[in-house]
């Protein structure tokens, strides 16, 4: 039920992506700093199909489970933030509004910024945009001197 193709899932897993299929996320709780420590998750089952025959995700009730986190990445969305460029002097986009990264290091042109994904490919998949994280964070790595 997963919109991704084997070949994804299984690069994913190598990478140690751990996949929680039926399960949204309800509440994210935090530390006395305010940091994220914790995620509270529901799990779902497949309902019954509709005209299209497609089964949707029907919440369990009272299935909740916590979940600990360190870090909450929220990547939702189909196109690139329109308030990225109004708030970002500087980057430059490209015509279809991605921004403008070498392909190599994720560095734009901004010093110091850097970006991969589909926020510099436009839709990809997953293992791309891993890729280009991976790229990115030597880059920053290199950057900062280290």
């Known amino acids: 039920e997963m919109p991704a193709r084997k070949e994804e899932v299984e690069h994913a897993e190598e ?4 996949f929680l ?3 949204s996320p309800v509440e994210y709780k935090g530390d006395e700093n305010g940091n994220v420590n914790m995620m509270i998750c529901q799990r779902f089952e497949l309902g019954e199909p509709d005209e ?12 909740y489970f916590d979940l600990q986190v360190d870090t909450v990445v929220i990547a ?10 109004r708030t970002t002097p500087g ?14 290091t994720g560095q734009t042109s901004r010093p110091g910024v ?21 790229k990115a964070a030597r880059a ?5 001197g280290f």
Request: glycine letters at 16%; zero cysteines; hydrophobic letters at 40%.
């Open 15 to 18: 990478e140690g992506v751990k």
């Open 21 to 23: 299929l039926l399960t």
């Open 52 to 63: 299209s025959g497609r089964r949707s995700p029907v919440p369990i009730p009272g299935a």
């Open 76 to 85: 939702i969305g189909q196109g690139p933030n329109p308030l990225v460029p």
């Open 91 to 104: 980057l430059k986009l490209t015509r279809k509004g991605n921004i403008l990264a070498d392909e190599e």
């Open 114 to 134: 850097f970006a991969g994904g589909d926020i510099v490919t436009g839709a990809a998949t997953v293992i791309l945009a891993m890729g280009a994280g991976k």
């Open 140 to 144: 920053i790595h290199h950057y900062l």
